[in-house]
Nanobody, 118 residues
């Protein structure tokens, strides 16, 4: 079991920035893919961004340019920097880890709430 703990969510106004952190209980360099997803009320969970051990990143097309994912091997953390936030970014943001014991492994954190007011 890979344990993921998110933090950094909160209430901000439109146009402001917020940084989320996901603490992983083991070396992120040993995990195939780390990612952030989000789920807005009444909507399906959607992909936000991902990063590999080699720090290759991938983003949702709609969020590219405003959100930045990064990793810190020394701290075993994955961060999501969110800029120019919009009310439609309001959601619970989840940290995800895929591929530790096997490529089928899929782990989720408990989520952190981000609310953007207009």
């Amino acid at each position: 079991q890979v344990r993921l703990v998110e933090s950094g969510g909160g209430l901000v106004q439109a146009g402001e920035s917020l940084s989320l952190e996901c603490i992983v209980d083991r070396a992120i360099s040993a995990i195939d893919i780390m990612a952030w997803y989000r789920q807005a009320p009444g909507k399906q969970r959607e992909f936000v961004a991902s990063i590999t051990p080699g720090f290759v990143t991938n983003y949702s097309d709609s969020l590219k340019g405003r959100f930045t994912i990064s990793g810190d091997n020394a701290k075993n953390t994955i961060n999501l920097q969110m800029n120019s936030l919009k009310p439609e970014d309001t959601a619970v943001y989840y940290c995800n880890a895929v591929g530790y014991y096997s490529s089928d492994d899929d782990y989720w954190g408990q989520g952190t709430q981000v609310t953007v007011s207009s």
